[in-house]
């Protein structure tokens, strides 16, 4: 059976080795030597000036709209996992959805000042499949009416923009490093934001803590553990050498797909980016269908990224976004992790050009 993705796991003598730390000291969680290390190798890794460690990629976004004050009205992105319209809902906030732009798949920046009122706090948008929003204009419209902006980049694990990294944008920046993610550390994720913001985040994913016996305020238990610390210093040597092989089977789609009339992810300008997923835009929906369901008669299980389009999801209830909606129907990624073999890419491009050119 080959997935969407397959979860790159380290050998396991390795990631024992680095466990042992924990059953020598007996720690496993409270922020012990191994996160500590792995948010030291991080800030290297990624030339970022602090990184929060935390157990998932949807808690700093709680965390986020919670710290920065948030109230009332939030933009956001129709076109992104749900934990990014849900994480402003549970916050008590709402969610005011701009349509995104047909081919960077990114909120449209020049959209936003339309949707901006009175109770408009902040703008949370989703960097899509590594793809960087237009930071820039979402910045000048942020200064022009006082909003705060947080970027979802759960995707964007190593993505640079304009030569730094793209977690370096907006008030803060959330990153997941669950296991379908480029870099994982089984369940996990981090924060990142402007240094004067940074305790704060930090006393909220600890309970509100600021001494063994005091608290500054209001927290939540966002903490990661030693365990799944460990793995991301067990899958961090080896992250060169999953980019590369993720780069040849994006090589190899490319080479096959080229020509066909199909969208594939327009990269915006000045973004290095990270091989994290590979979405195809067909004509239609059937034309999606037709694909997916040849794929799956293969044992081949590719994934609608992001379906559906969240404005239309049940209790969400936005109203219509028409390009996003669109995109949502025709979007479907295919398998891509490091091992997959040059047979199996070669079955997968071999089923998706016949069904495309009958
Ligand atoms: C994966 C993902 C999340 C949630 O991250 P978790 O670590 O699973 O909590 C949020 N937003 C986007 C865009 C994602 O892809």
Same mark, same amino acid.
């Given at each position: 059976?080959?997935?969407?993705?397959?979860?790159?796991?380290?050998?396991?003598?390795?990631?024992?080795?680095? $466990?042992?730390?924990? #059953?020598?000291?007996?720690?496993?969680?409270?922020?012990?030597?191994?996160?500590?290390? =792995?948010?030291?190798?991080?800030?290297?890794?990624?030339?970022?000036?602090?990184? =929060?460690?935390?157990?998932?990629?949807?808690?700093?976004? @709680?965390?986020?709209?919670?710290?920065?004050?948030?109230?009332?009205?939030?933009?956001?992105?129709?076109?992104?996992?749900?934990? %990014?319209?849900?994480?402003?809902? #549970?916050?008590?906030?709402?969610?005011?959805?701009?349509?995104?732009?047909?081919? +960077?798949?990114?909120?449209?920046? &020049?959209?936003?000042?339309? /949707?901006?009122?009175?109770? &408009?706090?902040?703008?949370?948008?989703?960097?899509?499949?590594?793809?960087?929003?237009?930071?820039?204009?979402?910045?000048?419209?942020?200064?022009?009416?006082?909003?705060?902006?947080?970027?979802?980049?759960?995707?964007?694990?190593?993505? &640079?923009?304009?030569?730094?990294?793209?977690?370096?944008?907006?008030?803060?920046?959330?990153?997941?490093?669950?296991?379908?993610?480029?870099?994982? %550390?089984?369940?996990?994720?981090?924060?990142?934001?402007?240094?004067? @913001?940074?305790?704060?985040? +930090? #006393?909220?994913?600890?309970?509100?803590?600021?001494?063994?016996?005091?608290?500054?305020?209001?927290?939540?238990?966002?903490?990661?553990?030693?365990?799944?610390?460990?793995?991301?210093?067990?899958? $961090?040597?080896?992250?060169?050498?999953? =980019?590369?092989?993720?780069? &040849?089977?994006?090589?190899?789609?490319?080479? /096959?797909?080229?020509?066909?009339?199909?969208? =594939?992810?327009?990269?915006?300008?000045?973004?290095?980016?990270?091989?994290?997923?590979?979405?195809?835009?067909?004509?239609?929906?059937? @034309?999606?269908? /037709?694909?997916?369901?040849?794929?799956? @008669?293969?044992?081949?299980?590719?994934?609608?990224?992001?379906?559906?389009?969240?404005?239309?999801?049940?209790?969400?209830?936005?109203?219509?976004?028409?390009?996003?909606?669109?995109?949502?129907?025709?979007? $479907?990624?295919?398998?891509?992790?490091?091992?997959?073999?040059?047979?199996?890419?070669?079955?997968?491009?071999?089923?998706?050009?016949?069904?495309?050119? #009958?």
């Amino acid at each position: 059976m080959i997935n969407v993705t397959k979860t790159f796991l380290p050998p396991q003598t390795e990631y024992q080795s680095i $466990l042992k730390y924990a #059953w020598d000291t007996g720690w496993i969680t409270n922020r012990g030597v191994l996160v500590r290390e =792995l948010e030291g190798k991080l800030r290297d890794y990624l030339k970022v000036p602090d990184v =929060l460690l935390m157990t998932n990629g949807t808690l700093p976004l @709680q965390i986020a709209i919670k710290a920065l004050g948030l109230k009332r009205e939030i933009i956001t992105t129709p076109f992104s996992y749900v934990a %990014t319209t849900s994480s402003i809902i #549970w916050e008590g906030c709402t969610p005011v959805f701009v349509d995104i732009h047909p081919e +960077y798949l990114t909120i449209d920046e &020049t959209k936003i000042e339309a /949707a901006i009122t009175s109770k &408009t706090s902040a703008i949370l948008a989703t960097h899509v499949f590594g793809n960087p929003c237009d930071v820039e204009a979402i910045e000048a419209i942020a200064i022009k009416y006082n909003l705060k902006v947080i970027y979802d980049a759960a995707h964007c694990f190593g993505v &640079t923009y304009r030569g730094q990294s793209i977690f370096n944008y907006g008030d803060a920046s959330t990153c997941s490093f669950h296991a379908t993610k480029l870099f994982h %550390t089984g369940e996990g994720g981090a924060l990142f934001c402007k240094s004067d @913001q940074f305790d704060k985040m +930090y #006393w909220h994913h600890n309970f509100g803590h600021d001494g063994q016996e005091s608290f500054h305020g209001l927290g939540i238990n966002a903490k990661m553990s030693e365990l799944q610390a460990a793995m991301g210093l067990a899958v $961090l040597p080896y992250l060169s050498h999953v =980019l590369e092989s993720r780069k &040849t089977v994006i090589d190899a789609y490319n080479e /096959a797909l080229y020509g066909l009339d199909i969208q =594939l992810l327009g990269l915006r300008k000045h973004t290095e980016w990270n091989n994290s997923y590979y979405p195809i835009i067909f004509k239609n929906e059937s @034309q999606l269908l /037709a694909v997916k369901n040849a794929l799956n @008669q293969a044992n081949i299980f590719p994934r609608r990224y992001f379906y559906p389009s969240l404005n239309t999801v049940k209790y969400i209830n936005g109203k219509s976004m028409p390009i996003s909606e669109r995109i949502a129907s025709r979007a $479907l990624c295919l398998p891509l992790y490091s091992g997959l073999s040059n047979a199996n890419i070669e079955r997968i491009i071999t089923i998706v050009k016949k069904e495309l050119c #009958w």
